[in-house]
């Protein structure tokens, strides 16, 4: 098992930028896909965003978050992070960062990290 921890979430005005962090330990990356879902206030949990923890470190996004949003990953620090360009008001949400041993990258992740609160006013 791997534990998870966010970071880098608040209060943002539309037009800014944020950039989420995600720093892994307990397990060793290898084979792991790593991800980004948000619940949004009075909605269900979502997909935003993966990466494959691999030498191809093949990315995945959400239709709403395409060309906005960008992960990565920094293979040293054993940390994801997720950039978010132009935020709007409707990715204000709780963050969770989240790794499996995974095919698909929509999940099903095992481990899941607190959250982080994102928050787009405009």
């Known amino acids: 098992q791997v534990q998870l921890v966010e970071s880098g979430g608040g209060l943002a005005q539309v037009g800014d930028s944020l950039r989420l962090s995600c720093a892994a330990s307990?397990?060793?990356?290898?084979?792991?896909?790593m991800g980004w879902s948000r619940q949004p206030p009075g909605k269900e949990r979502e997909f935003v965003a993966a990466i494959n923890w691999s030498s191809v470190g093949s990315t995945y996004y959400a239709d709403s978050v395409k060309g906005r949003f960008t992960i990565s990953r920094d293979n040293a620090k054993n940390t994801v992070y997720l950039q978010m360009n132009d935020p709007k008001g409707e990715d204000t949400a709780v963050y969770y960062c989240?790794?499996?041993?995974?095919?698909?990258?929509?999940?099903?992740?095992?481990?899941w990290g607190q959250g982080t609160q994102v928050t787009v006013s405009s």
């Open positions: 989240a790794a499996g041993v995974l095919v698909n990258p929509r999940g099903p992740y095992s481990a």
């Open positions: 307990g397990r060793t990356l290898s084979r792991y896909m």
